[in-house]
């Protein structure tokens, strides 16, 4: 093991420790320059390897237009992503997610309820939907179109992911190395058998994604 480089990282480490402490004390002002990580927005920053979801920096959101008297939002509490990929070779990322469609909040548990029934999500015979990335096409300022195939409801269905790199760097709160993006879509739930009320409540859903990942 070459010592200097494990001395760096304990030293990092033990720097972090009483910076946070400060933090959690109610200091940040003081510390906040130092914690505040320095983003590098550019891919090539991204190191190569695999990454996990942080569940508590990551939402799922969807929203879909109510009679034309407004949006209704929806997000799901639980869901997991795997990342791998290698910043010299972009195409070759792949993402793949898990969705717990039984952890859907819309801020009313009743309907909530309602729209995991059998006319809906039927989340009784269908918990969970799964993105599986087949292709990446990377685009200008860290942007890319994720291909992929969306099973949701029992249905397979193509569907493409707009990305956004928002940056990575090295966060000493969580003293690891965390990377941010940004993605979303549009889908017809009748391409996926969600169809009660056709016409009525509109078929276009938006979905919406921020991420933070953890490099493993």
Not at 40 to 60: Q, R, V, Y
Not at 148 to 161: I, N
Request: hydrophobic share 45%; aromatic share 8%; net charge negative.
């Amino acid at each position: 093991m070459d010592h200097r480089n494990k001395s760096r990282r304990l030293g990092t480490g033990w720097v972090a420790l009483p910076l946070a402490a400060l933090a959690l004390g109610g200091c940040t002002s003081l510390v906040a320059p130092l914690l505040k990580p320095k983003l590098s927005a550019e891919i090539t920053a991204l190191p190569a390897g695999d990454w996990k979801l942080d569940p508590a920096h990551a939402a799922l959101v969807f929203r879909i237009n109510h009679l034309g008297y407004s949006d209704l939002i929806g997000r799901f509490e639980s869901f997991d992503v795997s990342l791998t990929g290698d910043a010299s070779d972009p195409a070759s990322a792949r993402a793949d997610a898990v969705i717990d469609m039984t952890s859907l909040d819309i801020a009313n548990d009743s309907f909530a309820q309602e729209l995991m029934g059998p006319k809906f999500f039927d989340t009784a015979r269908y918990p969970q939907a799964v993105f599986r990335t087949l292709s990446v096409t990377p685009g200008e300022n860290g942007g890319a179109e994720v291909n992929g195939e969306l099973t949701l409801h029992g249905q397979t269905r193509p569907v493409t992911l707009d990305v956004r790199f928002n940056g990575t760097a090295f966060d000493a709160i969580r003293g690891a190395q965390v990377a941010g993006f940004s993605a979303s879509t549009v889908i017809d739930r009748t391409d996926f058998g969600v169809s009660a009320f056709s016409g009525l409540v509109t078929d276009e859903v938006r979905i919406e994604i921020q991420a933070e990942f953890l490099k493993q």
